[in-house]
Nanobody, 114 residues
Framework: QVQLVESGGGLVQAGGSLRLSCVAS????????MAWYRQSPEKQRELVAK???????YYEDSVKGRFTISRDNAKMTVYLQMNSLKPDDTAVYYC????????WGRGTQVFVSS
């Protein structure tokens, strides 16, 4: 079964941290670049960060230096460590395969208060 399950969101004050997790089924995860996206009511879904199967990460400019993407191949899990959070980071966060994405999971809500 093709599946993506995101978790780890919550309410945090500006400057705080959260660590998001995404467990993916093997057909999605193995050998693929995985990515985190976010969507807020005011914006379309946007790419936040991606990580290749070799563990090389790429970041959208607004999160560089604050967010770190990583993966654990044994657990088929992708992580997003978010530090120095800002109110503008408030969104629902999703993960997916970067190329040929599959149906989206439910996401995890992040709310950053000022």
């Amino acid at each position: 079964q093709v599946q993506l399950v995101e978790s780890g969101g919550g309410l945090v004050q500006a400057g705080g941290s959260l660590r998001l997790s995404c467990v993916a089924s093997g057909s999605i995860y193995r050998g693929n670049t995985m990515a985190w996206y976010r969507q807020s009511p005011e914006k379309q879904r946007e790419l936040v960060a991606k990580i290749t199967s070799f563990g090389i990460g790429y970041y959208e400019d607004s999160v560089k230096g604050r967010f770190t993407i990583s993966r654990d191949n044994a657990k088929m899990t992708v992580y997003l460590q978010m530090n120095s959070l800002k109110p503008d980071d408030t969104a629902v966060y999703y993960c997916n395969r970067f190329i040929d994405p599959v149906p989206w999971g439910r996401g995890t809500q992040v709310f950053v208060s000022s």
